[in-house]
């Protein structure tokens, strides 16, 4: 019996977004931040106040899109792949959640690479 080659997931090409929440001060409200590096160490960050009226991620959400809007989508490679979007999250406790962004051109790849990816893990597991 031969060993089994091992199956490669697809290859998602995004940038890391970390948020996170910062409680009030006796100067400010309540805050998320949003925070990435871009082309090396630069770091880019926003701050957006607490919206009460949402709920949730919602708040994290808002903060990830204004990164994009500030530093992401003025970017040349925006008129080559597309706009960025969201693409996945994941939570690392109850104020800081992480996300990937990726260009539309890299999530459509990335949708093909990954329904090939679990064709071939059910032709393992048969």
């Given at each position: 019996m031969s060993p089994r080659q091992p199956i490669t997931p697809p290859t998602l090409r995004g940038v890391l977004i970390k948020t996170k929440f910062h409680g009030p001060t006796n100067y400010t409200g309540a805050r998320f931040s949003?925070?990435?590096?871009?082309?090396?160490?630069?770091i880019h960050r926003v701050y957006v106040s607490q919206d009460y009226a949402l709920e949730g991620d919602q708040n994290h959400l808002?903060?990830?899109?204004?990164?994009?809007?500030?530093?992401l989508n003025e970017k040349a490679l925006s008129d080559q792949l597309g706009p960025w979007r969201i693409t996945a999250q994941a939570w690392n406790d109850p104020d800081t959640n992480h996300w990937i962004v990726c260009h539309d051109w890299w999530v459509k790849e990335s949708?093909?690479?990954?329904?090939?990816?679990?064709?071939?893990l059910a032709e393992v597991q048969a």
């Open positions: 949003a925070s990435c590096k871009w082309q090396g160490d630069t808002v903060a990830v899109q204004k990164l994009i809007d500030k530093h949708i093909q690479q990954l329904a090939d990816f679990h064709k071939q």
